[in-house]
């Protein structure tokens, strides 16, 4: 039977991914696209799909319960998967009320519409509502802990975190008190294509091609556990499929890297690139540590990011066991297809770093 899904924010980075891979998937299900196209969001990020009859974009607020009442009607909608949230959180830190806002309150008209429509007036009892959240919502491990489950208890430690852990706590309860058919997962730092470059690996990508310093925070030795983003859509997909109402899964990547390390690797790929490919030296001549093979040399130490986390890692016995979950790209693969895409696609990450960004981002530093 074709599922009828609304997908929230679903022209952001993990979103529009996702969007990418169930079209591919199930070419028979139709999506709601709903995305307020924050600064994060972008229309471009769907352009590969734009014609494909299944899919229809709404620009619109989930905190709008009216428009998302009028689309769930509309569209019969039977399934939402919801990506929508501020994910930034060194914006959550310098800026939290836009994360109260979106993943709290937004979240919750997410839920009120999707309890009245499906529960009170009955009209799906077949229904799923999936909520896309994070392994910050378990804290921060240190060097020897054992890696997040599903049991972990809950020790968030930003607004950004926090924020997800609220929104994680209102989806259990409509669970626990309405019976609302739900089910989460909590996933740990995704890469890949369409990943804003306000985040580390894009961030260090970008700021080489124009001949930027490559800010590490601190000491550079914190942890994360790094998963390619389509392997996260599959994830998602398996708990959408199987996963136990009620239930979290978490995924990651069993791919535990320190910060200097990843941006080490990084610079050593785009060496390597520019040094196989001279053409590239052509198209980005800003780029001179990469013309000239050291990239490292951009590596530049800057103030810690306040509570920054030191290690998240994720356990997947539970996915793994339970939804045969395992992750499909290795990070060797990933992380050059990665670099790849963003020396192919220019044009997308020149138009999503307008102005605004570049201003947001440099007052950071200074
Ligand atoms: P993103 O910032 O790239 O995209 C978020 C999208 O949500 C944007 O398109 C934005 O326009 C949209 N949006 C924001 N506020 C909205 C609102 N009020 N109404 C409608 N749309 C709104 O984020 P992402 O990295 O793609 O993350 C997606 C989800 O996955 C988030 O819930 C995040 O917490 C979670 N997550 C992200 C990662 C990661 O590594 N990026 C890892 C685990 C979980
Ligand atoms: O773990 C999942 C989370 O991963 C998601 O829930 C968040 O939405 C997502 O943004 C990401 O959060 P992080 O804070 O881990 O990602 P970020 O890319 O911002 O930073 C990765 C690490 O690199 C972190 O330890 C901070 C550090 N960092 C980041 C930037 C942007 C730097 O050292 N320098 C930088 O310039």
Excluded at 312 to 332: Q, R, V, W
């Amino acid at each position: 039977m074709p599922k009828k899904l609304l997908v929230t924010g679903a022209a952001g980075f993990i979103g529009a991914n996702f969007v990418h891979y169930w079209l591919k998937q199930y070419s028979n299900d139709n999506i709601i696209a709903l995305d307020a196209l924050t600064y994060a969001g972008n229309m471009s990020n769907l352009d590969h799909v734009r014609d494909n009859k299944n899919l229809k974009f709404v620009h619109g607020n989930i905190c709008d319960d009216e428009l998302v009442e009028k689309l769930m009607r509309e569209h019969d909608i039977d399934t939402i998967v919801h990506f929508a949230a501020e994910s930034h959180v060194d914006r959550s830190i310098t800026g939290p009320d836009a994360f109260l806002e979106t993943n709290i309150i937004g979240t919750h008209a997410l839920l009120k519409v999707a309890k009245k429509i499906w529960l009170d007036e009955g009209l799906k009892p077949e229904h799923r509502f999936h909520h896309v959240s994070t392994d910050e919502v378990y804290g921060s491990l240190n060097t020897d802990d054992p890696a997040f489950n599903e049991s972990t208890a809950y020790a968030p430690n930003s607004p950004y975190s926090a924020s997800k852990a609220a929104s994680d706590h209102l989806v259990r309860a409509y669970h626990h008190t309405y019976g609302l058919k739900v089910t989460t997962s909590n996933c740990s730092n995704n890469y890949g294509p369409f990943h804003f470059p306000e985040k580390l690996i894009p961030l260090v990508i970008t700021n080489i091609l124009f001949n930027k310093a490559l800010p590490i925070y601190g000491d550079g030795q914190q942890i994360r556990d790094w998963l390619y983003v389509e392997d996260h859509a599959r994830g998602i997909d398996l708990v959408i499929q199987k996963g136990r109402l009620g239930e979290c899964y978490n995924i990651g990547g069993i791919n535990e890297w320190a910060n200097i390390d990843i941006v080490n690797l990084v610079c050593k790929l785009m060496d390597e690139a520019f040094s196989n490919n001279t053409d590239l030296a052509h198209r980005f001549p800003e780029a001179k540590a990469a013309i000239n093979n050291n990239c490292a040399s951009l590596i530049t130490y800057v103030k810690d990011r306040p509570g920054h986390d030191r290690r998240y890692a994720i356990d997947p016995t539970k996915a793994e066991n339970e939804l045969g979950y395992k992750p499909s790209e290795s990070f060797e693969t990933g992380i050059r297809k990665t670099l790849q895409w963003y020396l192919d696609n220019q044009e997308w990450w020149s138009k999503v770093m307008d102005g605004s960004y570049q201003d947001w981002i440099e007052n950071q530093y200074n």
